[in-house]
């Protein structure tokens, strides 16, 4: 089992809401909470950065944190991340924020607490860049964007 230093910057986690944690044991994500002071309403288009209220230092620099969306609130509301996908650094100690973004078509209220996305830990590998004139031949080459067709 591996372990992930965090702080916990709101005491309401852990007295008034549990602490992240994945929904079943075989969750792939940990559910972050908005740990806002009042319910927030979301109109169409909106995007507000929401505090976690945690901070996590994954330190290990080949592993890294990222935070998706939850499908439910993606698919049904609309809810995502305004950054798309948040990419956690192993050297970041500051506060775990998830920007929100309402992408659908009606207003969504985010209760106090409520888990608003998912984090998950990733191996990374950190190349250094290694400069060429040319790169050996492969079957793609430069081919990108739908150059293998649609069927
Ligand atoms: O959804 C997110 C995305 C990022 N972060 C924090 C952790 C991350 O390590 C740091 C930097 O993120 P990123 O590298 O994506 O932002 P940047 O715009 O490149 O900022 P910087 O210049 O600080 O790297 O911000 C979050 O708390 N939530
Ligand atoms: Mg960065």
Redesign the pocket.
Known sequence: MSTLQVKVLDARLGRDFDMPGRATAGSAGIDLRAMIEQPLTLAPGDCELLPTGLSIYIADPNLA?M?LPRSGLGHKHGIV?G?L?????S??Q??????CWNRGHAEFTIDVGERIAQFVLVPVIAPELQVVEEFDESTRGVGGFGSTGTR
């Open positions: 944190g935070i991340l950054n996908v948040g990419l956690i650094d050297d970041y500051g506060p775990l924020m998830v920007s």
